[in-house]
């Protein structure tokens, strides 16, 4: 999916927890994507970051990164 | 089957708890303090005849009819208005009495007309009824003198006479057969609450005004049928009832139009329905009702109505009637074909928050075990997501926390982004009811809608710019915490302290004080800190909200700070306070409940669970993808990527109420197979490749859940005029692509939903016919329902508090789009208005208009009524002009009930953060003078016209 659309995404999820604090921005951002995209988007954002991650913020850009650590997507069937 | 009777008890029920014992025809009763005699006689099974009463409006005591003797007393008192009292001794029918009644109903009859066998009437009137109990078999004083009956009075024009006006579509008001029992003005006043009718005149010259003696469509009537249900004479008369005649038998059922799902019986003759009367026993609406569902029943057998199934190639064709068989087989094999060639993923479907619980579970069934992934999403993702999100985040569950009745109790009542007397009007009738007693209105909206103007309430009004909503809270927060009116003691018991900590402190920032949001806001900072001041100490307070919450791109983070504002002040967990999401849709609860989210199953379980998920691949039999599924924005932007090809959409139009038009229409332009399942080849339809007709709330069993959590009975009063039930068309669906599903009865499908889901464990037919309704959750801990919900503790367990930083919305006005556009509804229309234009509804709202302040309506040469164009980044359309000061200047409004403005063109892809529910509440446009429809309302006609063509069926050999 374009990737335009999943930057301004996950940026906008970013801004909700900015205010938490960084500590718990980072996990939390990575939670409401794991909860709440689907895997093509996932895939989608994932390559994104693989490519460089350019646009997303720098608390969003970790969550991405952890949250691919952590995931093992299927290949799409 | 017969007619379900209701007992007319005469006057209201008394809600005190101590108990008088009197005598009553030689019968001892004991009724609660406040009772009338005329209802305790009733309990005690006899009736005292009576005119003017009726246990929906107050005592009145005009008719002189419901007389009573009692021991010690002098004179014959009326029985309505003298309350029981211990040790009464009262005869109800005494020569005395008996006498005195007779010589009352002759004087009604001398002025009355004696058509009673052409009558609408006849065998439903209470005069005539009156007269038979009184043994009336005279009338002395003939009718050759002054009357109201006769056009003509001996040879001249009788200027007491009146002509029936038959101006509204759906009942006549034939003012010769008035008895002036004031029942329909007390029904307008204190059930509705709107004030339209009254008396005019005195003595003979009394008679019913709808207004300042206008036509009743001319007045301010809202066309509730409260007067109709309430006259006891064919004065105010349904035209259904004219026109066919008295039902045979009726059924309780529920309502298909808003979230307040009123309770109605279907009056019926064979399959024919004559007419829909509220229910008293419906615990929603406790007998009212409003227009939609009272009257606009009709489109269920309008001509327009699609009776057989409809395939074509491409969507540039004709449709083709074919046989449910061929229509399934067809509709099969293309989505098996996208799955083979692009995917499992790249098909998926819409559940409708209009079918019925089971149909919803059906519908995300198929999806999840037949096509094999999650792509399932409903309705509800375009308006109360951020609630199920934002609930779910800080108490724990996705849903409001009381049941209807908690409005009597409550003493503040704060009603934010919604217009109940628009959209939930039986709800709003019963709030306003409520602040006539005394109870504080606080309204936070960009407009003055009509609970700020309606009769007799005084509301402190909040008009918030559009898209600041999170500052508003906010600041209110920031109010609470600086002047010390936090409930502690609720805070330190019920939430997380150090949570409630952080989140004071930041509220206490001095850039969250009303002061200093106002530059943003616009809502004068002292009318802000009244309001915080009130909801705080003014005791039971309970929050009211709607789509103006949630609609934008940070719906979710105001229903936080919508739950913080309860939790800080304590008003949460007991009847009169709250936090209370007014949901748009009959079933928009019930679809959330039943796993339309592409994320969780039945129940609000996240599909990753394995626990759960094994619980459901056990009993369906197959492997679920624990992969959360495409959002229905996803899946437009899937769709025009290439990777989302199919589509099934039962009852949701989703080209016309979805934003950004065009991008719509680009993602279905896109798919290779849409099928569409519905009444009407609606606007969606135009698009879709099969088509799937549905069947009407009143052709099928099931349940509806409203906004208050009721699940109630759908019952089926007539033949599926499609041949289907629609739970029966998914099944054949499913069936054709290889999945079977086996129900005889849709009570079978709520039995593996209790057995599948702990919140709905206690929940089956039986239990719904024997309790009337339940209120989720319904299970072993709570086998009555919840009325009332976290009332020991939250679900999650310690409140959570969490911090609602305001972040402004990238739809910005400027230079070239300098207005900010709202939409919401009117009365009259529902939603994209389907099912109400096609009823006689549209003399209300026969098409939509732009509101628009004078001043910035004079700037750009706009009269009132004149076309004007309406453009925003995403699209541009034409409509008309209405100048008001309701909307204040810079701010624009409009509906969205008819396809040809299209307000949903202007719409943007904007959305919330948290869910994606996109904001239709903010966009920035400009208007400007027109000559007529633009282009696109053009091109999008010539489209539409050419897509609904059907193939003339060809001859039979």
Not at chain 2, 363 to 369: E, N, P, S, Y
Not at chain 2, 864 to 869: A, K, P
Request: aromatic share 8%.
């Amino acid at each position: 999916m374009s990737p335009d659309r999943l930057i301004y995404m996950a940026n906008q999820i970013g801004k909700f927890f900015q205010s938490q604090g960084h500590d718990k921005a980072v996990p939390g951002i990575a939670e409401h994507i794991r909860k709440f995209w689907d895997p093509r988007m996932k895939r989608a954002i994932f390559a994104h970051l693989d490519a460089g991650g350019a646009g997303l913020e720098p608390d969003v850009r970790q969550a991405i990164a952890s949250l691919k650590e952590a995931t093992a997507l299927p290949t799409p069937p | 089957m017969s007619l379900i009777e209701e007992i007319d008890f005469g006057t209201p029920r008394s809600k005190s708890e101590t108990m008088v014992t009197l005598t009553i025809d030689g019968k001892e009763i004991s009724v609660p303090e406040g009772t009338s005699i005329m209802r305790a006689a009733m309990e005690a099974g006899h009736q005292i005849p009576k005119l003017c009463a009726t246990d929906m409006v107050d005592a009145f005591g005009s008719c002189r009819l419901c007389l009573v003797e009692i021991e010690g007393r002098a004179g014959t008192p009326a029985s309505c208005t003298t309350p029981a009292m211990n040790g009464l001794v009262v005869h109800t029918q005494t020569e005395r009495l008996k006498k005195l009644r007779k010589g009352v109903m002759e004087l009604y009859i001398s002025d009355h007309p004696l058509d009673c066998l052409t009558c609408g009437a006849n065998g439903d009137c209470e005069l005539q009824d009156m007269a038979g109990a009184v043994g009336l078999r005279d009338v002395r004083y003939g009718y050759e003198g002054e009357n109201h009956v006769f056009a003509k009075s001996n040879g001249d024009v009788n200027p007491a006479w009146l002509p029936k006006d038959e101006s509204n579509p759906y009942f006549t008001y034939d003012p010769s057969k008035c008895i002036v029992c004031s029942r329909c003005v007390r029904a307008c006043e204190e059930v509705q609450g709107t004030f339209a009718l009254t008396i005019s005149g005195r003595g003979f010259e009394s008679r019913v005004s709808p207004g300042m003696s206008e036509s009743f469509l001319g007045s301010e009537c809202v066309s509730c049928g409260a007067c109709v249900q309430a006259c006891p004479t064919a004065t105010l008369t349904e035209k259904s009832v004219i026109e066919i005649g008295q039902p045979e038998h009726s059924v309780v059922t529920t309502c298909a139009y808003c979230g307040v799902g009123c309770a109605f019986k279907a009056e019926m003759r064979g399959e024919e329905v004559v007419r829909m009367v509220p229910w008293k026993d419906g615990k929603a609406n406790r007998g009212h009702s409003c227009v939609k569902g009272r009257f606009a029943w009709g489109y269920t057998n309008h001509k327009e109505r699609i009776l057989k199934p409809m395939i074509r190639e491409r969507i540039e064709d004709p449709w083709r009637e074919v046989s449910w068989d061929e229509a399934f087989s067809f509709a099969a094999a293309r989505m098996r074909g996208i799955q083979t060639k692009y995917g499992r993923d790249a098909i998926g479907g819409i559940t409708s928050s209009r079918c019925t619980n089971e149909e919803t579970y059906l519908v995300q069934k198929l999806i999840r075990a037949g096509f094999g992934n999650n792509n399932v999403d409903t309705c509800a993702r375009v308006c109360h997501s951020p609630t199920g999100y934002g609930l779910a985040t800080t108490f724990g569950t996705s849903a409001g926390t009381q049941d209807f009745d908690s409005v009597e109790d409550t003493d503040v009542v704060v009603v934010i982004g919604a217009n109940p007397a628009s959209a939930h009007p039986v709800f709003a009738s019963r709030l306003k009811k409520r602040l006539r007693q005394g109870a504080k209105l606080i309204v936070i909206d960009p407009r003055r809608t009509e609970m700020v103007e309606s009769p007799h309430v005084k509301a402190l009004h909040l008009p918030l710019m559009p898209g600041t909503n999170v500052a508003v809270m906010t600041a209110l927060a920031h109010v609470i915490i600086t002047e010390g009116l936090v409930n502690e003691a609720f805070v330190r018991e019920r939430c997380d302290w150090s949570e409630f900590e952080e989140w004071a402190a930041f509220v206490a920032q001095p850039k969250n004080s009303p002061e200093a949001t106002a530059i943003l806001t616009g809502v004068d900072p002292n009318v802000l800190r009244e309001a915080a001041r009130t909801y705080a100490t003014g005791g039971n307070g309970a929050i009211y909200y709607g789509l103006g919450v949630t609609e934008h791109s940070q719906g979710s983070t105001t229903v936080i700070a919508i739950a913080n504002l309860a939790m800080a002040t304590g008003n949460i967990g007991r009847p009169g306070v709250g936090v209370n999401p007014l949901r748009g849709q009959n079933n928009v609860q019930g679809s959330c409940d039943m796993g339309s989210f592409p994320h969780e199953l039945p129940g609000y379980r996240h599909i990753s669970g394995d626990a759960v998920r094994d619980q459901f691949e056990a009993m369906w039999n197959v492997r679920l993808n624990p992969e959360p599924g495409l959002r229905i924005p996803n899946m437009f932007d899937a769709a025009v990527e290439g990777t989302f090809m199919g589509i099934y959409v039962q009852g949701e139009d989703i080209l016309q109420s979805d934003p950004n038009t065009s991008h719509v229409v680009a993602a279905l332009s896109a798919m290779e197979c849409v099928i569409v399942h519905d009444l009407f080849l609606n606007e969606t339809a135009n698009y879709a490749h099969v088509f799937l007709p549905g069947s009407s709330f009143l052709e099928k069993d099931g349940t509806f859940t409203n906004a208050e959590r009721r699940i109630q009975r759908v019952r089926k009063v007539m033949t599926p005029k499609n041949g289907l039930a629609d739970w029966e068309v998914t099944i054949g669906l499913a069936k054709a692509m290889g999945f079977e599903m086996n129900y005889k009865h849709p009570s079978e499908i709520m039995d593996e939903i209790a057995a599948l889901t702990p919140t709905f464990a206690g929940v089956s037919y039986a239990r719904l016919d024997e309790l009337g309704s339940v209120q989720w959750p319904c299970n072993e801990k709570a086998p009555e329902g919840t009325p009332v919900m976290h009332i020991d503790g939250f679900v999650r367990g310690k409140g959570k508090f969490v911090v609602t930083e305001y972040v402004a919305t990238d739809e910005r006005t400027g230079p070239r789009y300098p207005l900010l556009l709202t939409t919401g509804r009117i009365l009259s229309q529902y939603n994209v208005g389907a099912q109400t234009r096609r009823t006689d509804n549209v003399v209300w709202h026969a098409e939509d208009r732009l509101e628009i302040h004078p001043h910035d309506a004079e700037q750009r040469g706009v009269r009132d009524g004149d076309w004007v164009r309406l453009k925003s980044r995403a699209g541009e359309t034409t409509l008309r002009a209405e100048i008001t000061d309701r909307v204040a200047p810079g701010v624009v409004y409009t509906t969205f009930h008819h396809p040809d403005t299209q307000a949903n063109v202007i719409t943007t892809e904007y959305s919330d953060w948290a869910t994606n529910c996109p904001e239709y509440k903010v966009t920035a446009v400009q208007v400007s003078p027109s000559n007529g429809p633009s282009d696109w309302q053009k091109a999008y006609d010539a489209q539409a016209r050419h897509s609904r063509r059907i193939a003339p069926a060809e001859a039979a050999e």
